[in-house]
Nanobody
Framework: QVQVVESGGGSVQPGGSLRLSCAATGDRVNTYFMGWFRQAPGKEREGLTSTDTRGNTRYRDSVKGRFTISRDNANNTLYLQMNSLNSDDTGVYYC???????????????WGQGTEVTVSS
């Protein structure tokens, strides 16, 4: 079992930056794939980026070059650095851990409660 808790959400103006954190606890956390997902208002949840245990990453095209995922295995923490934010980035951001990884929800068994990000002028 793994528990993940997101933090770092908030309101930011277009063009601004935010860094989200995800604290993971549980058995052998560092052996899990980790990912970030987003659910925009009125839309389905979508996968944004993921990382495997070696630090290999994948990104959704819409965030490539603007978002960076990283993991600190020593502290069992996952990060999402978000730059050049725009209104389309508004939503609830979820951290997830799983054995399959990737950008689909089925690859993850453990989910946080989410942290809200609002991009607005």
């Amino acid at each position: 079992q793994v528990q993940v808790v997101e933090s770092g959400g908030g309101s930011v103006q277009p063009g601004g930056s935010l860094r989200l954190s995800c604290a993971a606890t549980g058995d052998r956390v560092n052996t899990y794939f980790m990912g970030w997902f987003r659910q925009a208002p009125g839309k389905e949840r979508e996968g944004l980026t993921s990382t495997d245990t070696r630090g290999n990453t994948r990104y959704r095209d819409s965030v490539k070059g603007r978002f960076t995922i990283s993991r600190d295995n020593a502290n069992n923490t996952l990060y999402l650095q978000m730059n050049s934010l725009n209104s389309d980035d508004t939503g609830v951001y979820y951290c997830a851990a799983g054995r399959a990884g990737g950008l689909s929800s089925w690859g993850y068994a453990f989910w946080g409660q989410g942290t809200e990000v609002t991009v607005s002028s």
